[in-house]
């Protein structure tokens, strides 16, 4: 689904002599493709991704088309919910069996945004190939386009009942990210590291350890929000029309 930018004005440079240049923010600016690539945490129902579309309407980004193979569930209003959010999918998997790259043919998206490794931990896959797995991902991102903005987030806190583990291997997971991204961002095509587990508590802000509850989803929504406004504004900068106006010149005193 599209939507149509209504967007703030930007500061321009103002003209010289008579005419002063006026800011005004053209309509109709690129719309740019999101796509949220996860598990089950971003698929069906994900309604962090609805507060999170919402957030981006009220703040009047409204030049986004969310994309993806699948839609998100009900989550009490309309959104824009398409999304690659498959449930019980590892990265490991993901890049192994090269699903992601016919995704990204279909819907061909200026960003990426994945939240990715939280099924890799549960199934005890070392933080170490999971990380080689981004890379491969990373890979195919960029050979669908040279130029994606790519978000990925630290995942959010585990502590599932059945796996003693999770919770240190997440955090490690994340340690691993955090160092792992620069080494791959590029001035082409850039990756940020979203940080989504601090703050976030698995006993508070979960409905079983893993899955984010309605207090869970708020703090995922707000996470996302900087990060991605930031990369939309990256891929379609706001556009700013000189338009001029006549001014009288003032007259020097001398010239009385």
Known sequence: MRFLVAATAVACLAGMGIAIATPKVEEGVKTVKIMPLGDSITGAPGCWRALLWKKLQD?????TDFVGSLRGGNCGFDY????????????TSIA????????????????????LGTNDVWRNISPKNTIKAFSILVKQMRKNNPNMVILVAQITPMNPRGCKTCSKVAEQLNSAIAKWAPTKSTRKSPI??????????????????????????????????????????HVSPPACILETRKQTPRRHLSER
């Open 192 to 233: 940020t590291v979203v940080d989504c587990f601090t703050g976030f508590d698995a006993a508070k802000d979960t409905r079983d350890g893993v899955h984010p509850n309605k207090a869970g989803n708020k703090k995922l929504a707000n996470c996302w929000f900087k990060p991605l406004s930031a990369a939309i504004k």
């Open 80 to 91: 824009d919910s398409e999304n690659e959010g498959h449930a019980g999918f590892k990265a």
């Open 96 to 115: 192994a069996k090269k699903q992601l790259p016919p995704w990204l043919q279909k819907a061909h998206p200026d960003i990426v945004m994945m939240h």
């Open 59 to 63: 703040a009047e980004i409204t030049n």
